[in-house]
């Protein structure tokens, strides 16, 4: 599976943003998906997965209640919508992708996922 993630900007602290991943490939459906994102220094961090049914989510701490990751298979599409921004949240964001059975749930380790879009930049200022 190809993926292209999109969506990134420049944004002031408190708004929202959508980014946006597109994926091509027949095995999409049988995929777990999640969202990472990477600032200089600091290795590529968890921010939220979804496992291949959809049932079920998980985020990291520091974006729970404001991010909400969600999947679309008809339209191969994954999206996150980040609400209430805060200069934290400036990174460059990847969508990543990885085949599992039915029952796997969601994976925070990014050496999990074979599948990984360009990345979108996002940059909240206050």
């Known amino acids: 599976v190809q993926l292209q993630a999109s969506g990134g900007g420049f944004v002031q602290v408190g708004d929202s943003r959508r980014l946006s991943c597109a994926a091509t490939?027949?095995?999409?459906?049988?995929?777990?998906l999640g969202w990472f994102r990477h600032t200089p220094g600091k290795e590529r961090g968890f921010v939220a997965g979804?496992?291949?049914?959809?049932?079920?989510?998980e985020y990291t701490e520091s974006v729970e209640g404001r991010f909400t990751i969600s999947r679309d298979n008809d339209k191969k599409m994954v999206y996150l919508q980040m609400n209430s921004l805060n200069s934290e949240d400036t990174a460059v964001y990847y969508c990543?992708?990885?085949?599992?059975?039915?029952?796997?749930?969601?994976?925070?380790?990014?050496?999990?996922?074979?599948?990984w879009g360009q990345g979108t930049q996002v940059t909240v200022s206050s």
């Open positions: 990543a992708a990885r085949e599992t059975i039915l029952t796997v749930p969601v994976s925070n380790d990014y050496q999990d996922y074979p599948y």
């Open positions: 490939g027949r095995t999409f459906s049988r995929c777990a």
């Open positions: 979804i496992t291949r049914s959809g049932r079920s989510t």
